[in-house]
T-cell receptor, first 118, second 111 residues
Framework: GAVVSQHPSRVICKSGTSVKIECRSL??????MFWYRQFPKQSLMLMAT?????????EQGVEKDKFLINHASLTLSTLTVTSAHPEDSSFYICSATGTSGASRGEQYFGPGTRLTVT | DAKTTQPPSMDCAEGRAANLPCNHS???????VYWYRQIHSQGPQYIIHGLKNNETNEMASLIITEDRKSSTLILPHATLRDTAVYYCIVRVANTGNQFYFGTGTSLTVIP
């Protein structure tokens, strides 16, 4: 089946620094990737939709200058949390949509990245 | 916005069937019902999806009412490893559209 990986799985950073999270589709090409954020005991909240080769579309209330998304290839999207603060501490999850075959149009989720800002 | 409503929590005895309900009264004719689950601190895991016919796979069965306004996910023999939050989502299939998650049902399987 289609596999999506995220790196790192956990990261701790100091307040004011930037953190980059990678999302990769390992065995399929993904024209579209999504980024979600999940706070403790809450549901997943969609942050943005990332299309390969174009600018990301952000959900209402998500600061595009703070959460930089790059989708430079059909297998990689990155989320950079700039000038991170403790309130950005959360579980970040990506998903990818396949372009062809059995994975076309279906969405596969990564294992998530736990970000802790101290 | 999420278009589904689910009970916030349920318990089920180990070895018994777990029946998780979901209401989606505003579902459109071309929208499928998807079920995912999320075990603590992991990414969501796909379970099953369907349009109007009942579906079954190795993990679960999906029963959709004739009017498609509600559905039930059935885990036939719940185990402790099935303890998770279960999300019911409606979406047009094969479009690459995003999922909007509701609050889900926290299922606890009790020994």
């Amino acid at each position: 089946g289609a596999v999506v990986s995220q790196h790192p799985s956990r990261v701790i950073c100091k307040s004011g620094t930037s953190v980059k999270i990678e999302c990769r589709s390992l065995d399929f090409q993904a024209t579209t990737m999504f980024w979600y954020r999940q706070f403790p005991k809450q549901s997943l909240m969609l942050m943005a939709t990332s299309n390969e080769g174009s600018k990301a579309t952000y959900e209402q209330g998500v600061e595009k200058d703070k959460f930089l998304i790059n989708h430079a290839s059909l297998t990689l999207s990155t989320l950079t949390v700039t000038s991170a603060h403790p309130e950005d501490s959360s579980f970040y999850i990506c998903s990818a949509t396949g372009t062809s075959g059995a994975s076309r149009g279906e969405q596969y989720f990564g294992p998530g990245t736990r970000l802790t800002v101290t | 916005d999420a278009k589904t409503t689910q009970p916030p929590s349920m318990d089920c005895a180990e070895g018994r069937a777990a029946n998780l309900p979901c209401n989606h009264s505003t579902i459109s004719g071309n929208e499928y019902v998807y079920w995912y689950r999320q075990i603590h601190s992991q990414g969501p895991q796909y379970i099953i999806h369907g349009l109007k016919n009942n579906e079954t796979n190795e993990m679960a069965s999906l029963i959709i009412t004739e009017d498609r306004k509600s559905s039930t996910l059935i885990l036939p023999h719940a185990t402790l490893r099935d303890t998770a939050v279960y999300y019911c989502i409606v979406r047009v299939a094969n479009t690459g559209n995003q999922f909007y998650f509701g609050t889900g049902t926290s299922l606890t399987v009790i020994p």
